[in-house]
């Protein structure tokens, strides 16, 4: 997994902010400001608590190291079960572009339709 990855990036943040040590404590308002990062990155809601709940584990078992989650490969395993927004980013887009490419389709073979109709009378 890559620094950049919006999954890690958005555990580093939760890592910084928990508090009491292996109690991994996040107060309501800390949780609520790390989920409007979330949905900044690109992450749905239940992705960012899926994170959050990744990074709390890791820390109660002590794989956190000064604040910041050791890139084990059992952290970069469990993470990678949450839905990356860069790949979701790709396939929307591609959606997108192909709704496009077929409107334009549509729109010339009415176009066509028409010329001919027209030439016809």
Known sequence: MQAADPRWVFATRVA?????????????????????????????????????AIVQD????????????????????RL??????????VARDSRVALAHALLAVACAAVAVLTLARWLLR
């Not at 609520?32 to 959050?52: N, Q, S, Y």
């Not at 109660?60 to 910041?68: F, K, M």
């Open 16 to 52: 910084g902010k928990l508090e009491g040590g292996k109690a991994a404590v996040l107060r309501p308002e800390v949780r609520e400001r790390l989920m409007t990062d979330a949905r900044r990155l690109g992450l749905r809601p239940f992705d960012g608590a899926l994170v959050i």
């Open 58 to 77: 890791e820390a109660r078992r002590g794989s956190l190291a000064h604040g910041r989650p050791s890139l084990t490969p059992d952290a970069v395993s």
């Open 80 to 89: 990678r079960l949450v839905r990356d927004p860069m790949t979701d980013r």
